[in-house]
């Protein structure tokens, strides 16, 4: 079990600039979820998939992010002309098909974008 | 809305002290609760959950009981070791939702001294 792999770990770009992360799930899961974490915060959820079909979205998540999950395994979350209030850890968990209550996420390690 | 509160960090105690990490929530019926863990560098792991009132969720010696009178799900261990230094979340799911309405606490980091 590998888990669930995030790339990069961290990430520093310059305001205006665009960036996009990548989430590679563990293999036999459907479902894929991304979060921000900003210091001192817990997990805010940003949008979730069911194997290639983006099924919600946050109100976090404004017109300059965008998710895709094309063939329903890895996921790339791209974030355009970066603003400062965008410096967080964005996580990406994923989980089996299972039961709406109680069923367990497991998240990667984080990618710590940091906008100059 | 829903939303969890916990107690503020750190924590810091010397190891085999005892442990209690406070958490309420406020949510429209009954939530599942959970509490997560996220060691230095890596990634949130679930340690323990509770789907329904008066369940306790137990893991590694940690344990939370689902106290729907108080609206708490406090996190308790018996004997903390330097291992358990680490960040814990409280998080819900209300009861018509799912994994994608996961809302988390602001977290609390332990700290385990010898």
């Known amino acids: 079990d590998t888990g669930v792999s995030q790339d990069p770990r961290h990430k520093i770009t310059k305001r205006g600039q665009n960036v996009t992360f990548r989430c590679d799930p563990i293999?036999?899961?459907?479902?894929l979820y991304w979060y921000r974490q900003t210091l001192g915060q817990g997990p805010e959820f940003l949008t979730y998939?069911?194997?290639?079909?983006?099924?919600?979205k946050s109100r976090l998540l404004s017109d300059r992010f965008s998710a895709e999950r094309p063939k329903g395994s890895f996921s790339t979350l791209e974030i355009q002309r970066t603003e400062q209030g965008d410096s967080a850890m964005y996580l990406c968990?994923?989980?089996?098909?299972?039961?709406?209550?109680?069923?367990?996420?497991?998240f990667g390690s984080g990618t710590q974008l940091s906008v100059l | 809305g829903n939303s969890v509160t916990q107690m503020e960090g750190p924590v810091t105690l010397s190891e085999e002290a005892f442990l209690t990490i406070n958490c309420t929530y406020t949510?429209?019926?009954?939530?599942?609760l959970f509490w997560y863990v996220q060691y230095p560098g890596e990634g949130l792991q679930l340690l323990l959950k509770?789907?329904?009132?008066?369940d306790k969720g137990s893991n590694k010696g940690f344990e939370a009981t689902y106290r729907k009178e108080t609206t708490s799900f406090h996190l308790e261990k018996g004997s903390v070791q330097v291992s358990d230094s680490a960040v814990y979340f409280c998080?819900?799911?209300?009861?018509?939702?799912?994994?994608?309405?996961?809302?988390f606490g602001t977290g609390t980091r332990l700290q385990v001294t010898l």
């Open positions: 968990a994923s989980s089996p098909r299972g039961g709406p209550q109680g069923v367990e996420l497991f």
């Open positions: 949510a429209t019926g009954y939530p599942s």
């Open positions: 998939f069911q194997n290639e079909a983006q099924l919600e």
């Open positions: 293999s036999e899961h459907n479902r």
């Open positions: 998080a819900l799911i209300p009861p018509t939702g799912t994994a994608s309405k996961l809302t």
């Open positions: 509770a789907t329904k009132a008066d």
